[in-house]
């Protein structure tokens, strides 16, 4: 699902595995006043699978910023969509107005974490999506998320599981070999010139605050925020937080 609103142009680029749904909350607070493009990734959000390569992925939707006349735009990637939107600055940086990486890293994968995504990869592919619910799923909710005290956590936790569950699985498998294809995106942090946004989960396990520091820490002028009471979904989790960490940022980028 992709959404066209206004003026003012943010796109958003959505985690692992799921689809533009998960920025629904996001695009319903910036209606009215911003362009929202949310574009669904190859194999995920209905799409048929496509090349598992990041760079073609930003290839593609460079082409389509393109069609839609998006000269420059505020890039806002959570997880697997800041490991694109760093991809996307790498090949082209004139794009960008400006930069939100939310529950992201910018190292690539380790021996070990490129041998994960392989075993899972293969698992998902024999077994579909079911097989995120074993560990993937419980990682990425915050603990505050998990105990599930109030009706609107519980309802998070339960949409979370649903869009996982309804991802497919090659999109899926073809996903997780595209991140481990990625390469080290730490040198390209001095390079980043245009107001930057580094947002986190305080409740973050699979990319906790030390890695967001480290990005804040090598792009000149970076702002980092802390998300209370939010895991690796801080924008589902707490989604009040993040969007007036996001709107607050975006009223910086162009103006009030």
């Known amino acids: 699902m992709e959404w066209l609103i206004a003026a003012k ?36 959000g209905g799409r048929e699978p496509g090349a598992a390569s990041l760079d073609a992925w930003a290839a593609e939707l460079d082409e389509r910023l393109e069609d839609l006349g998006i000269e420059e735009a505020v890039f806002v990637g959570l997880s697997m969509g800041g490991y694109l939107a760093f991809r996307m600055w790498d090949l082209f940086p004139e794009r960008f107005a400006g930069l939100v990486l939310a529950d992201t890293r910018a190292q690539a994968d380790d021996e070990a974490g490129l041998a994960r995504r392989a075993e899972l990869a293969a698992a998902v592919r024999q077994r579909g999506p079911e097989v995120l619910l074993d560990d993937f799923y419980p990682s990425i909710l915050g603990e505050t998320t998990k105990r599930g005290d109030s009706e609107e956590r519980r309802a998070a936790a339960e949409w979370i599981r649903e869009m996982i569950l309804e991802a497919d699985p090659e999109g899926i498998a073809r996903a997780l070999e595209a991140m481990a294809g990625r390469p080290d995106s730490r040198p390209l942090l001095p390079e980043i010139e245009v107001p930057t946004l580094v947002i986190v989960g305080e409740e973050d396990t699979l ?18 925020l802390i998300i209370p009471d939010a895991g690796h979904m801080a924008n589902i989790e707490n989604p009040a937080a993040f969007n007036t960490a996001l709107l607050g940022f975006l009223e910086k980028v162009y103006g009030g």
């Open 9 to 44: 142009p943010v796109v958003f680029l959505h985690a692992f595995p799921f689809s533009p749904e998960m920025w629904s909350l996001q695009v319903a607070a910036l209606a009215g006043e911003y362009t929202v493009f949310a574009p669904a990734m190859p194999g995920l």
């Open 207 to 224: 990319t906790p605050p030390e890695y967001a520091r480290v990005m804040a820490g090598g792009i000149p002028e970076a702002e980092m």
